[in-house]
């Protein structure tokens, strides 16, 4: 039962790391510009936080196999509790995942956006033939764009 517990504690103990690593990831998500770095080091921990977790979860099961006992541990109250507060770190947890995906994509938006801007600007003739001379007719382009 010992180390069901144990188990369960580092189950919880690696959940709070991920919503801290999570809170990172929204918060740099959230900038207007991106720092792809700082970003990539964050996905590194998730990604090694997220394997901790499977690998705890399946020592878990064993557990549980075991000892004849299954979630939520209705007969042991201290159990009971602390798989409780692991559904709850793990809910929060995929509230934050959805609230990255909705930031991640509205940074491809723009990024489509501005592609698109400059792939129009790279396909219409430039201001200058090969002669020198301005083909534009005294009409100049602007683009607004932003970011």
Not at 23 to 36: C, G
Request: aromatic letters at 4%.
């Amino acid at each position: 039962m010992e180390t069901l517990q144990t188990t369960l504690n580092t189950l919880q103990d690696t959940l709070n790391e991920l919503e801290a690593v999570l809170t990172e990831e929204i918060k740099q998500l959230s900038y207007a510009q991106v720092n792809a770095v700082a970003l990539q080091q964050l996905s590194d921990i998730k990604s090694r936080l997220l394997s901790t977790l499977a690998w705890h979860d399946e020592q878990r099961k064993q557990t549980e196999k075991r000892l004849r006992l299954l979630a939520p541990y209705a007969q042991q109250p201290t159990l009971a509790g602390c798989w409780e507060r692991i559904l709850q770190s793990t809910e929060k947890a995929r509230e934050m995942n959805l609230q990255t995906s909705h930031l991640l994509d509205m940074h491809m938006q723009k990024v489509q956006s501005l592609s698109k801007a400059m792939n129009k600007a790279a396909a219409s003739p430039g201001l200058y033939n090969a002669g020198g001379q301005s083909e534009n007719n005294g009409k100049a382009r602007a683009y607004n764009i932003t970011i």
